[in-house]
């Protein structure tokens, strides 16, 4: 299996590289190399610099162009870097020529990712998703670096006729691949005979970006203790809870946090993970406002949503961290157009949220502000689910 790339007591330097290009604005790519760093830092590692270049496409060879990357290759060389990391997916290809110009370890926006889900890999189930979301990654990207993986299998008759090392490696960790799969598939009919043994009660699921607080709010409505960290991706597997708002009992799930450009073979792995969103009653989709691009943010959470088949549910928008929220408050005097960095809490709460068909609430979570505000409108929403699955029930309100 890949190792981390770094440990607490030897975090590696690296370097961040990204482009700007027709579809990627200079804005947009400064944008994702934040969250790429804020990626490298939970990975434990330390960003050093960042190497930007405007080009019309990602160069099919480099990524970047020559003449950028020997002055990338120059720094890497004069600083000691140990890893340049790219804001993209890179082919295996490009990864082995960026190699032999670097000399130091390469990694793309979905190694490091898939590296992240490693280290917060706590249950054997998250295990199983990973190491398979792992191979399926390193598959089309195999070098000679995996010619150890031979060892891993013996006897006689393995290898056929003229067979190199590296499709050796290949079929292996085809092998490798099926059995993980066979064993999520286990371990999938296991969860769903879990949640089928839940009974009917009705299923609210916590969604959103990752880092926005689902976590702090799971532990504040199930008053339960619950992992949450100031880092991406801290919660990997699926925490439930039975909450009881007034006398109204339902079921609060935790899930994974979306991000941008989340590889698709980690959606494809956690899909009993995202069985949770999918077989959920109501949605409450967490946003964190305080964040300068939390409406691209609320698009990746809306858009994936739809590709794993949960994008007709019911849900309550609710914008988190308003103790956070911070504007640029215009000068009187300024005659210039308000932009939406002028905006209030109050002007956005003018704005589509409120005027949307979905129930929407902003609170801060950390400081409990509208948590009862909250409450309420989580306790109308299920009970009018509740009372149209069990119409007899009415003692219950």
Not at 63 to 92: C, N, P, R, T
Request: glycine share 4%; charged share 25%; proline share 3%.
């Amino acid at each position: 299996m890949p190792k981390n790339i770094s440990t607490a007591k030897n975090a590696e330097k690296a370097i961040l590289i990204g482009l700007i290009t027709k579809e990627q604005t200079a804005e947009k790519s400064h944008e994702y190399l934040n969250e790429l760093s804020f990626l490298v830092s939970t990975a434990g590692a330390i960003e050093v610099k960042r190497f930007v270049q405007r080009l019309e496409r990602a160069d099919h060879q480099y990524f970047v162009g020559s003449g950028k990357l020997e002055e990338i290759q120059a720094y890497v060389e004069a600083e000691g870097i140990d890893v340049a990391i790219f804001d993209d997916e890179l082919g295996g290809s490009q990864i082995r020529n960026i190699e032999k110009v670097l000399k130091c370890k390469i990694l793309d926006r979905t190694n490091l990712i898939l590296d992240i889900f490693a280290q917060r890999a706590q249950t054997a189930h998250a295990k199983v998703q990973v190491e398979l979301a792992q191979y399926q990654y390193l598959l089309p990207r195999l070098t000679r670096m995996w010619t150890h993986l031979e060892r891993q299998r013996g006897g006689i008759g393995l290898r056929g006729p003229g067979e190199t090392e590296i499709e050796t490696d290949r079929r292996i960790i085809r092998h490798r691949i099926a059995l993980l799969k066979t064993r999520l598939t286990d371990i999938d009919q296991q969860m769903t005979t879990q949640r089928q043994n839940r009974g009917n009660m009705v299923r609210v699921a916590l969604v959103g970006y990752t880092n926005v607080g689902k976590s702090t709010l799971m532990n504040l409505l199930s008053k339960s203790e619950v992992f949450a960290e100031n880092k991406l991706f801290a919660t990997l597997d699926t925490t439930v809870r039975k909450v009881v708002i007034d006398n109204l009992p339902f079921l609060l799930s935790d899930t994974v946090g979306f991000i941008r450009k989340l590889p698709h073979g980690l959606v494809e792995s956690f899909k009993s993970t995202l069985d949770e969103v999918r077989e959920a009653d109501l949605l409450i989709h967490l946003v964190d406002i305080s964040h300068p691009e939390f409406e691209d943010q609320i698009q990746v959470v809306t858009k994936t949503l739809t590709e794993i088949g949960a994008g007709d549910k019911p849900v309550i928008m609710v914008f988190n961290k308003i103790d956070a929220y911070t504007y640029d408050e215009k000068d009187p005097d300024d005659l210039s157009p308000i932009t939406k960095k002028n905006y209030t809490l109050a002007d956005w709460q003018e704005t589509w949220m409120s005027k949307d068909h979905m129930p929407a609430i902003f609170i801060s979570a950390t400081e409990k502000t509208h948590v009862t505000e909250l409450r309420e409108l989580l306790y109308e929403e299920v009970k009018n689910i509740h009372a149209i699955r069990y119409p007899y029930n009415d003692f219950l309100y």
